[in-house]
């Protein structure tokens, strides 16, 4: 039998070496000699679990979404003590930390991030808390896609909370992000940003909104394109690099442990290509089609499947009266026979444009934990509001 580093046997033995050289030096090496075996076995097997105790401790893990738990716990499982941060049903998007989340969070070891909007403003003030914190950006140099008319949206509700929760914030965006001008306390703020807008690289210098200069130059790189969708764990193939990534870095942590991460990362590909696989043939039919939902959310899935959203929600918000009017009319063009919503966000605009179509609404949950079967139900649910809408 073979023993690896790590390994219980092979601690065993230097347990026991340790041991008998500790006796060796106490009652010197004729008495150690003496001594029988069973005597050093049974010492060993009193001090083993103490020498293992910190080996066999789970690694404390924090994600952002109950998605991102999911993969952690397939990969990882018993070896992984997970936090998530936003429960089922709360919403990404006016989501702040709990004084509970803050304190655990000021000793968890490894924060695997996936790049949804408050980590932007959180995560830099989390690692100050804890600068033992390794923070993994899951979802780095993945091709990200932007919200495109009609799925214009908009995320200052994180910086809202971040700056006093201001309620209104979202109140009056338009779809160039000028986000900030109705902060009156923030003036000399904005003057500066007004600056680095027409002067691009310029350095920033206000400490006092560090956290906030970041995310507007993030925002900034691509605001040409639109803002950038977070929700890239909806597409099975960069999912796919997402798990890739995460299990190297489990791998990393719990070295005693890697084979069998290896082993469950293995079979999580070979299950996430199968089920994209499956997405493909089911959805095959309806290429080049259009649903509705309230929050744009499913953009990604939609590319992948060569299918068209279209946004209830404007600029994170719910539609006016006269938007509300074009989304209706639109829908009665195109026959639209279902509605999707989530739970995340309020349902009434979209209970209202469905009750004018004579339309059904239907759950598509960006944020359900268990992975393999929220795609599943998703891909069952627009098959069926294409198929209503056929019907029609």
């Not at 293995?266 to 696989?277: G, Y």
């Not at 939902?293 to 953009?299: A, D, K, L, Q």
Request: proline residues 6%.
């Amino acid at each position: 039998m073979s023993m690896h580093a790590g390994s219980p046997l092979a601690s065993r033995q230097v347990l026991c070496e340790k041991l008998l050289s500790r006796v060796q030096r106490t009652l010197g090496p004729r008495a150690a000699r003496a001594l029988p075996l069973s005597v050093l076995g049974a010492l060993a097997a009193f001090a083993t679990p103490a020498a293992h105790a910190q080996d066999s401790a789970p690694l404390h893990v924090a994600v952002s979404v109950p998605p991102m738990a999911w993969m952690v716990d397939q990969l990882a499982g018993e070896h992984v003590e997970i936090t998530t941060l936003v429960k089922p049903g709360d919403s990404p998007h006016a989501y702040d930390p709990t004084p509970r989340q803050v304190a655990e969070l000021s000793t968890v070891p490894l924060y695997l991030a996936i790049g949804v909007p408050f980590e932007q403003v959180w995560l830099p003030r989390l690692v100050k808390n804890n600068a033992e914190m390794q923070v993994v950006h899951l979802e780095e140099g993945l091709n990200t896609r932007h919200f495109g008319s009609g799925e214009a949206h908009d995320h200052g509700h994180d910086e809202a909370h971040a700056h006093e929760q201001d309620a209104h914030h979202d109140g009056d965006h338009d779809e160039h992000d000028e986000h900030d001008e109705h902060h009156d306390e923030h003036a000399d703020h904005e003057a500066h940003e007004e600056h680095h807008g027409e002067h691009e690289g310029h350095e920033e210098h206000h400490d006092e909104h560090a956290d906030h200069q970041e995310h507007d130059a993030q925002h900034g790189e691509d605001e040409d394109l639109g803002e950038a969708d977070p929700h890239l764990w909806l597409d099975p193939q960069r999912m796919q690099t997402v798990v890739e990534r995460a299990a190297e870095v489990l791998e990393a942590r719990l070295p005693q442990h890697a084979s069998e991460i290896d082993a469950n990362e293995q079979r999580l590909l070979k299950t996430l290509s199968e089920l994209d696989a499956q997405t493909a043939q089911t959805l095959a039919p309806y290429k080049g089609r259009n649903f509705l939902i309230f929050h744009p959310s499913f953009g990604y899935f939609a590319d992948r499947y060569s299918l068209e959203q279209h946004a209830i929600e404007v600029s994170g918000r719910e539609p006016t009266p006269r938007e509300m009017a074009t989304l209706i009319t639109r829908a009665k063009d195109e026959n639209i026979g279902t509605i999707f919503v989530s739970g995340q966000f309020s349902q009434t605009a979209a209970k209202r444009i469905a009750s004018s179509l004579e339309a059904e609404v239907a759950v598509l949950d960006p944020l359900a934990e268990d992975y393999l079967d929220n795609l599943k139900h998703a891909t069952e649910a627009l098959k069926a509001g294409f198929e209503l809408t056929d019907s029609q």
